[in-house]
């Protein structure tokens, strides 16, 4: 396998790889950034796992910079001449409970075991750096012939019940790459939903996948009706109320652009509770600290036509004289001045009314209130 690295960065793996060697460790790429280059892709992250102790291992440098270590994994952030990388030590895994994260049971394992608690077999191949800049594949699993075949399998089957969020990053893999489920893994999915385990379930990686999977507005229309469509709403909940006509549409509406943020508040969010405005002021004041993407989500979950009327007409109202003008008016200091200021922005907040500019809303004080 060659690799396109720019010179500096063949420079310092190079070194690594002559470290390695007297240090006595193998290192390899392994997961995302072999499975890009074998799919032509220019690798993003340089991540480096060492078969062994890889804390121990970048300890020995001399030309590393530690940013931070985390002994429990043996993973240590580095940067090299200016580049991150980010070391791992081969580890075995086990998960307790089903969703919950994995407890480590050995650090500095043999590199199949390390390969084996991975999720797919396109991101279960390792090609081991060596001095000459060859990588040497280790392909297990038959993960080359996956990614030639487009095809998303796991290692094991119970893989899905280990870590449902493996649905998720199956979902984001086939919606990225056009890639598909193999047929045993569509009905290993399909038996963890009938009877989804919630109860140890890590939410935070949940939500982080969910967060990958709706990272890219192109996708996330495709993402959001798969979610539905395919149930996976049942790793998280048993139902999940999904219009895909009324979110296009909302999105129209409020003029999104962040279509992966609204998808995912659209699924993450509980419906508010719904509230009776009186008046455009009222309306005005709850939604003043509402985003684009809030009032969208909010509109979705309670079909509240305010929102609009908030979004269309009231958002770039603004007041601009301050209580220290009606001061300066001979207004005397207390609650009045916040009544006044309300009573001028509710005057502006009517469509009718020709309250714009500084000058418009001294003349209403005037003609309105006596001193
Ligand atoms: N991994 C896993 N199960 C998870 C998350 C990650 O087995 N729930 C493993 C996979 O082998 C994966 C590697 O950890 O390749 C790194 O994960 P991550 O950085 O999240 O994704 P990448 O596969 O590198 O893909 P990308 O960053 O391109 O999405």
């Given at each position: 396998?060659?690799?396109?690295?720019?010179?500096?960065?063949?420079?310092?793996?190079?070194?690594?790889?002559?470290?390695?060697?007297?240090?006595?460790?193998?290192?390899?790429?392994?997961?995302?950034?072999?499975?890009?280059?074998?799919?032509?892709?220019?690798?993003?992250?340089?991540?480096?796992l060492v078969e062994g102790n890889a804390?121990?291992?970048?300890?020995?440098?001399?030309?590393?910079?530690?940013?931070?270590?985390?002994?429990?994994?043996g993973?240590?952030?580095?940067?090299?001449?200016?580049?991150?990388?980010?070391?791992a030590s081969t580890r075995i895994e086990?998960?307790?409970?089903?969703?919950?994260?994995?407890?480590v049971t050995k650090i500095g394992c043999d590199i199949k075991d390390d390969l084996i608690r991975?999720?797919?077999?396109?991101?279960?191949?390792?090609?081991?750096?060596?001095?000459?800049?060859?990588?040497?594949?280790?392909?297990?699993?038959?993960?080359?012939?996956?990614?030639?075949?487009?095809?998303?399998?796991?290692?094991?089957?119970?893989?899905?019940?280990?870590?449902?969020?493996?649905?998720?990053?199956?979902?984001?893999?086939?919606?990225?790459?056009?890639?598909?489920?193999?047929?045993?893994?569509?009905?290993?999915?399909?038996?963890?939903?009938?009877?989804?385990?919630?109860?140890?379930?890590?939410?935070?990686?949940?939500?982080?996948?969910?967060?990958?999977?709706?990272?890219?507005?192109?996708?996330?229309?495709?993402?959001?009706?798969?979610?539905?469509?395919?149930?996976?709403?049942?790793?998280?909940?048993?139902?999940?109320?999904?219009?895909?006509?009324?979110?296009?549409?909302?999105?129209?509406?409020?003029?999104?652009?962040?279509?992966?943020?609204?998808?995912?508040?659209?699924?993450?969010?509980?419906?508010?509770?719904?509230?009776?405005?009186?008046?455009?002021?009222?309306?005005?004041?709850?939604?003043?600290?509402?985003?684009?993407?809030?009032?969208?989500?909010?509109?979705?979950?309670?079909?509240?036509?305010?929102?609009?009327?908030?979004?269309?007409?009231?958002?770039?109202?603004?007041?601009?004289?301050?209580?220290?003008?009606?001061?300066?008016?001979?207004?005397?200091?207390?609650?009045?001045?916040?009544?006044?200021?309300?009573?001028?922005?509710?005057?502006?907040?009517?469509?009718?009314?020709?309250?714009?500019?500084?000058?418009?809303?001294?003349?209403?004080?005037?003609?309105?209130?006596?001193?």
């Amino acid at each position: 396998m060659q690799i396109k690295f720019n010179d500096k960065i063949n420079q310092i793996i190079k070194n690594l790889a002559l470290e390695a060697q007297r240090f006595g460790v193998k290192i390899y790429f392994v997961g995302g950034l072999v499975r890009d280059v074998l799919m032509g892709k220019t690798p993003l992250d340089i991540d480096i796992l060492v078969e062994g102790n890889a804390i121990d291992f970048v300890k020995s440098l001399d030309f590393v910079e530690i940013k931070s270590i985390h002994k429990d994994f043996g993973t240590v952030k580095t940067e090299i001449s200016g580049v991150n990388i980010d070391f791992a030590s081969t580890r075995i895994e086990e998960y307790p409970k089903s969703g919950c994260l994995p407890h480590v049971t050995k650090i500095g394992c043999d590199i199949k075991d390390d390969l084996i608690r991975r999720d797919f077999t396109i991101n279960a191949i390792a090609a081991r750096i060596l001095p000459s800049l060859d990588y040497e594949i280790i392909d297990i699993f038959n993960g080359c012939n996956d990614i030639s075949k487009g095809v998303l399998k796991v290692l094991h089957k119970n893989s899905y019940i280990d870590d449902p969020t493996r649905i998720l990053r199956g979902l984001d893999f086939k919606l990225r790459f056009n890639f598909n489920f193999s047929p045993e893994d569509e009905k290993l999915i399909q038996s963890y939903l009938k009877n989804p385990d919630r109860e140890g379930l890590s939410k935070d990686r949940v939500i982080l996948t969910l967060n990958k999977l709706f990272s890219s507005n192109e996708r996330a229309m495709s993402a959001i009706s798969e979610f539905s469509s395919c149930c996976y709403y049942k790793i998280l909940f048993d139902e999940f109320l999904f219009n895909k006509e009324n979110l296009e549409n909302a999105i129209k509406l409020f003029d999104i652009k962040d279509i992966g943020r609204v998808c995912l508040k659209y699924i993450l969010e509980a419906p508010p509770v719904e509230i009776k405005f009186k008046s455009r002021l009222e309306i005005y004041k709850y939604f003043k600290n509402f985003s684009d993407v809030d009032l969208c989500v909010y509109y979705l979950k309670t079909n509240d036509k305010n929102t609009l009327i908030y979004f269309n007409e009231l958002k770039n109202v603004v007041l601009n004289i301050k209580g220290l003008d009606l001061l300066n008016l001979g207004f005397r200091q207390g609650k009045i001045i916040g009544d006044i200021l309300d009573k001028v922005l509710e005057a502006k907040l009517i469509k009718s009314t020709n309250i714009v500019t500084f000058e418009d809303e001294i003349n209403f004080v005037k003609e309105t209130f006596k001193l």
